[in-house]
């Protein structure tokens, strides 16, 4: 070979490294330097040696572009299964055999970009050999396909369980991959990044500081989403939180707040919420500021509409999945539903009233209360009402709540997921006795366990009537004076007889 046509091949090599570096652009990773065993030629390309590529998904943060070496994958985030590849072979450039066993092959490629092999002048072909010429990443987030030389096209068609919201941009690779020094890597690593949407959080306020302690009050819900990455030159065109409640369960209230970062954000200006309340749907100005890793925070308010079977309402499926919270976030057309589902627990109260007969008595009047710091109830009732009831002609409480009885009451929050068998105490005082009656004598405290189920969240209060004032004594004495009077008169009477009949004999 003469020097010029050597010169003519370096000139060719180093253009098609130029023009191939964007082949690797968005694969992640600090380059490492080729093991001798990774460089499995040096000088001309032997259209013998076979040639792979092996695609590494990970997510995370795009690094510096790789060059086709094995990396150390250590810093670079969570594997990605089930991530699918459409492989195909740019054949021909205005009807030109693209052979890269060719210096001939290389001129058509010299400056080719990623968009422009999609259309004229260039011709793509699928892999015969892969099934709809795609690849899919295994549990390690890797995938090998045997190729034969030649320039391809790859682009990302399927995401599998992940939550991609910025997927890879179509990208070029080269088999083999011209290095440095006239080396050619025969087999290539590429490193595609992905940024994966994170579920979002979502809590419910601590037992203790739950305020509304009977149905037809609210419980308070936080959820934050941290902001996915996106690649570069990307920008955010949607950002949505979202909660679907169980209608017959739960019902939206109020927002109470949304923030970005810990700042306070302003509705209308800021974001708008659903007409029924079940999503926060930021407006393109606020996008506009997004950032990554941003965290997005709302707070609302859901009223509690009654007490269930189990006595657990859970947020979720609202969605209508079963096994998915009803809450999530959507960025940029991907959807995320959140993970753990935060519970509430409700039970109920019934009191029946009745005299000592078991007869049902109305008009008696009760109070419940929250138990004194130490759990336990005075004996005089103390601290404001949480509800107030008055039996009806069966005996039963009617309380001032809906529904009016039993007495629906909370019992617990969790925000990581279901409790075992969580109870709750109270204190109820019969304040009024019906007319004629006495307050009844019994323990104030009563125990709530969740659930429709009465039992040991049924308590019968009796009532002993009221003793009568003493009566005057209604005859007795008066029945002995006659009885008295008469036996005087008796023997008067036969005294007199007896003397009549003395005289009489004379």
Not at 174 to 187: H, I, S
């Amino acid at each position: 070979m003469s020097i010029g046509t050597k010169g003519s091949l370096a000139r060719r090599v180093a253009a098609a490294v130029g023009a191939l570096a964007v082949g690797v652009m968005g694969l992640a990773g600090a380059s490492l330097s080729a093991n001798a065993t990774e460089v499995t030629g040096v000088g001309n390309i032997d259209p013998n040696t076979d040639t792979t590529l092996t695609i590494n998904k990970f997510d995370g943060k795009e690094g510096e572009a790789g060059d086709g070496t094995k990396q150390d994958t250590s810093g670079f985030g969570n594997a990605l299964a089930g991530v699918t590849f459409k492989v195909q072979q740019v054949v021909s450039k205005n009807g030109q055999t693209i052979n890269l066993d060719t210096p001939e092959g290389w001129d058509l490629i010299k400056d080719v970009q990623a968009p422009d092999v999609t259309s004229a002048p260039y011709a793509l072909q699928d892999v015969a050999s892969l099934p709809d010429s795609s690849v899919t990443t295994g549990a390690n987030g890797t995938v090998t396909a045997d190729l034969p030389h030649g320039l391809y096209y790859v682009t990302e068609t399927g995401h599998g369980d992940n939550n991609i919201v910025s997927e890879t941009a179509p990208f070029l690779v080269t088999l083999p991959l011209p290095q440095t020094k006239g080396n050619w890597l025969y087999d290539v690593n590429v490193y595609p990044k992905n940024q994966v949407l994170a579920a979002p959080v979502k809590t419910i306020n601590k037992t203790e500081d739950q305020t509304g302690v009977k149905v037809g009050d609210t419980v308070e819900y936080t959820i934050k989403q941290t902001v996915p990455r996106l690649n570069e030159g990307e920008t955010y065109d949607q950002a949505v939180i979202y909660d679907i409640l169980k209608a017959d369960e739960l019902a939206y209230d109020a927002t109470t707040s949304v923030s970005l970062n810990g700042a306070t954000l302003a509705e209308g200006t800021d974001y708008t919420i659903a007409a029924d309340g079940s999503s926060w749907t930021l407006t393109p100005a606020r996008l506009a500021t997004l950032k990554a890793d941003d965290v997005i925070t709302v707070v609302f308010t859901a009223k509690v509409l009654k007490v269930t079977e189990s006595g657990a309402i859970e947020n979720g499926p609202g969605s209508g999945k079963p096994g998915e919270p009803g809450y999530g976030s959507t960025f940029n057309g991907t959807t995320t539903p959140g993970e753990v589902t935060p519970y509430t627990y409700w039970g109920q109260l019934q009191v029946i009233k009745q005299d000592e007969s078991k007869n049902p008595l109305k008009d008696a009047q009760f109070a419940v209360t929250a138990p004194a710091a130490d759990g336990s109830c005075p004996t005089d009732i103390t601290g404001p009402h949480i509800a107030d009831g008055t039996s009806d002609a069966n005996g039963t409480v009617q309380w001032n709540s809906t529904p009016t009885s039993p007495l629906g009451l909370f019992v617990a929050n969790s925000s990581n997921g279901p409790l075992n068998n969580p109870t709750r105490d109270y204190c109820l005082y019969e304040t009024k006795a019906p007319a004629g009656f006495i307050i009844g004598t019994f323990d104030h405290l009563v125990t709530i366990k969740p659930g429709t189920t009465t039992g040991v969240n049924t308590v019968t209060v009796t009532n002993v009537q009221q003793d009568h004032p003493n009566l005057p004594l209604t005859g007795a004495a008066g029945t002995l004076v006659m009885t008295l009077g008469g036996l005087a008169l008796v023997a008067a009477g036969g005294a007199a007889y007896a003397v009549s009949r003395k005289r009489s004999a004379r």
